[in-house]
């Protein structure tokens, strides 16, 4: 699933000796995140991996809803399910977890799934079903949705969650609005239309290089957007404030699958910005912004330990469509 990819194609932290048992423990909830509300809004898949049998719960939205969690924010998450296993094993975890999904859609079929499978120990994504019932039903956000979504401090979506139509709407009921392109800024020309409504733009650029990467922040920021993050893969992730190109090497990790890296990083370094006073039409300063990043970077490497974006597998169900 491109989505998956971009996910696989945020920050991937230097490989160091690991066993498969998950790494070291994680990091410790930060305090001055208990007072921040955020919401994932959109996307949810399972990620079922075809050489182990198991699928894991996943997708940009969620996985920043479970990783704002884990830091200790207090985060919600707003999208579709579908009805099928992958689904249920979906809102069975955000229950598990504690995160509230009280507005979320269930629709009748197949929730969203991708498929992975490893080829000479490298992980390869080899279909997608495109979000499921959440492509198929386009996500409508109603006045309720709306109401809802202003009482948070920030709102997280993505191209792959089919709210295009709807930012200007989400933009003004929000305090901070951000979204991640993944790559689908190189091909689909959603800088101009999509930035303007936005408060923080990630954007995946590890294929095409630093140059044009940084260029694509040039225009992201001009176009209103308050700050633009390109992720470089390996080379690390760079954030411009309209004013200051601020960058971050990755940290090494004890790898035991990179899938949620650039999700942990956009979301740690987001709770930083947000935790220092960010608001909307006040881009953070270099200093705080490299401090966030640092951030982003520690947890990606951590998330990195686990099996799936964040552990919580479930076999794939037999009768599953593979």
Not at 208 to 215: D, F, K, P, Q, S
């Given at each position: 699933m491109p989505g998956d990819t971009a996910r696989?194609?945020?920050?991937?932290?230097?490989?160091?000796p690991h066993d498969r048992k998950g790494g070291?423990?994680?990091?410790?909830?930060?305090?001055?995140?208990?007072?921040?509300?955020?919401?994932?809004?959109g996307d949810n898949v399972v990620d079922r991996y075809l050489h182990t049998g198991k699928m894991y719960p996943g997708g940009n939205a969620l996985n920043f809803a479970v990783y704002a969690k884990m830091l200790g924010a207090d985060a919600s998450f707003l999208g579709?399910?579908?009805?099928?296993?992958?689904?249920?094993?979906?809102?069975?975890?955000?229950?598990?977890?504690a995160i509230p999904t009280p507005l979320c859609r269930v629709v009748e079929g197949e929730n969203g799934h991708?498929?992975?499978r490893?080829?000479?120990?490298?992980?390869?994504?080899?279909?997608?079903?495109?979000?499921?019932?959440?492509?198929?039903?386009?996500?409508?956000?109603s006045r309720a949705?709306?109401?809802?979504?202003?009482?948070?401090?920030?709102?997280?979506?993505?191209?792959?969650?089919?709210?295009?139509?709807?930012?200007?709407?989400l933009k003004g009921a929000s305090a901070l609005l951000s979204y991640d392109f993944s790559y689908r800024w190189q091909m689909d020309d959603l800088i101009g239309s999509v930035t303007p409504h936005l408060d923080f733009a990630a954007l995946s650029a590890g294929d095409?290089?630093?140059?044009?990467?940084?260029?694509a922040l040039r225009e992201t920021v001009a176009n209103g957007c308050g700050l633009a993050l390109a992720t470089f893969g390996p080379e690390g992730a760079v954030i411009y404030n309209g004013k200051d190109f601020v960058s971050v090497l990755p940290k090494p990790a004890d790898v035991v699958d990179t899938l949620g890296?650039?999700?942990?990083?956009?979301?740690?370094?987001?709770?930083?910005?947000?935790?220092?006073?960010?608001?909307?039409?006040?881009?953070?300063?270099?200093?705080?912004?490299?401090?966030?990043?640092?951030k982003g970077s520690l947890f990606a490497a951590e998330i990195c330990g686990i099996d799936g974006a964040f552990g919580h597998a479930a076999p794939i169900a037999v009768n599953a469509p593979i």
């Open positions: 696989l194609a945020g920050v991937l932290p230097v490989s160091a070291r423990e994680m990091m410790t909830p930060d305090k001055n995140y208990s007072g921040l509300k955020v919401l994932g809004l579709t399910f579908g009805t099928d296993a992958a689904g249920r094993h979906v809102r069975a975890t955000l229950e598990e977890l991708a498929d992975v490893v080829v000479d120990g490298n992980r390869e994504f080899v279909f997608s079903n495109k979000g499921g019932v959440a492509r198929e039903n386009p996500f409508t956000p949705d709306i109401d809802y979504i202003a009482g948070f401090g920030l709102v997280h979506t993505s191209c792959y969650s089919h709210l295009n139509p709807h930012l200007a709407a095409v290089g630093r140059e044009r990467g940084l260029a890296a650039g999700d942990a990083f956009i979301t740690a370094t987001l709770l930083s910005l947000l935790a220092s006073g960010w608001t909307r039409g006040n881009p953070p300063p270099a200093e705080t912004i490299a401090v966030a990043m640092e």
